[in-house]
């Protein structure tokens, strides 16, 4: 269902989307893609990373039986309440030869796959709080874990915590749940619809019955100097930053650090605290459902949680070759599809050609592993405050955090500056789609590379 069979090579030119549109049908023809997969291939450099790594985890060579990957893909979503991922691997489940009475809920699963629940459930909300000790509980006892299952398990959770979070930032789980519901408002009819590509259509965000509340867009809070940041202003600040000298010491560094996390904290604070409730028809897939995300520098006293220091653990120079070693060749995939999103550009930025947008995209990525409390020693996090508006920090913190509270209110705020130049045409408006699609696989990877870094991290300290 997801293998590659052709390559595809990175655009350098936002125009080339629409130049090379009919690459873009035949990508879409060439595979069985489900609908987030066919959302993600407005990215389809990214695409192919993404589906080699799904294909591998779901279908590949690895330690885990196929009913269990896809019983820990159900378990993942359900943490954020994400029904179409749910139901599109229950389905796989069972046709897998899963056992139907596994789906009556947690009670009713083996014992040797309960036992993970707990970790699912730190790395979906609070990663930092995983420790070596919660592997060893799983690699002893009478139903214990092999550590290549342990990694292959691992790797499948936060795989589908972070895609959950894209399902719902790209407002597909309601367009969706509308979609089955019958509700479509397609009239082409079935003997055409064989025959043609269907192309992802720019999804309506339904507002959700919880939702959490949004700050106004004006606002005087010093959280954030770029509010209403026109175009030619942030592209006039990301030069800057690229041309000046460095000034802060590693005190100051530090200082800066703190700062972006504890506004993060504050945006929290702006939020309605409502807890979600559980729908019923999910209820019994989720586990002590009250534990969700709590900021990092709300640890309370728990000070034996330091920031997690890339220096001193990261996927480059740790994470990849601990990964690959326990889990054949997943690491490779891993990577490329890491560099993929970190690296996705088009040189562009509204209507304006050759931009260098790589200290944009660091800014996001950096304040997305900020939230989950790892710091990059040698980047500037004052660089955030300058080109990160305030409602881009918010869709951001509620789309790692809370997907399943984001509202049409907050997708549509993101990335206001980038819009008004583009508006008037649907090619246009599509590109505006694509950009914010650019944002969110940027919140998938970032968000999964965080998850990672924390058990990886615990492994080793087991191992060692």
Known sequence: MYSMVECYTDYSEMGQINQDYGYRERLMNTFELDRVSKVIGYHPSYLEHFLNIQNFIMCGDGPLPFVYRHYLAIMAAARHKCTYLINLHTKAFLEQG?????????????????????INKILAHRPWLLKKEHIEELTTGTNNWSLSEVVHAIVLLS?????SSFVFSCGLTQELENTSSQNSRSTVPQQHVEKTVELPQLPEIIEVSHPLSSSPKHSNNKLDASIDLGVDALMARMKNLSE???????????????????????????????????????SHLIDDPTFTYQDFQRRGDTVSIPTFRIQDYSWDDHGYSLVNRLYSDVGNLLDEKFRAAYNLTYFTMADRTNVDTSKFRRAIWNYIQCIYGIRYDDY????????LERSLKMFIKTACCFPERITKQEYDSILVQLQHSEKGSNDKTQLIYTKKVHVNLMILEARNQAELLYALREIMRYMT
Do not use: M
């Open 159 to 163: 795989h589908f915590h972070s895609l």
């Open 380 to 387: 500037d996090y004052g660089e955030v405050n300058q080109l």
């Open 98 to 118: 899963g056992d139907r009475t596994w789906l009556n809920g947690l009670d009713f699963i083996p014992p040797k796959l309960r036992s993970i629940y707990t």
């Open 244 to 282: 000046r000298s460095p000034e802060c010491n590693e005190a100051e560094l530090s200082n800066r650090f703190k700062s972006v996390e504890q506004q993060a904290v504050e945006l929290s604070a702006a939020k309605a605290e409502a807890v979600l409730n559980v729908p019923q028809n999910i």
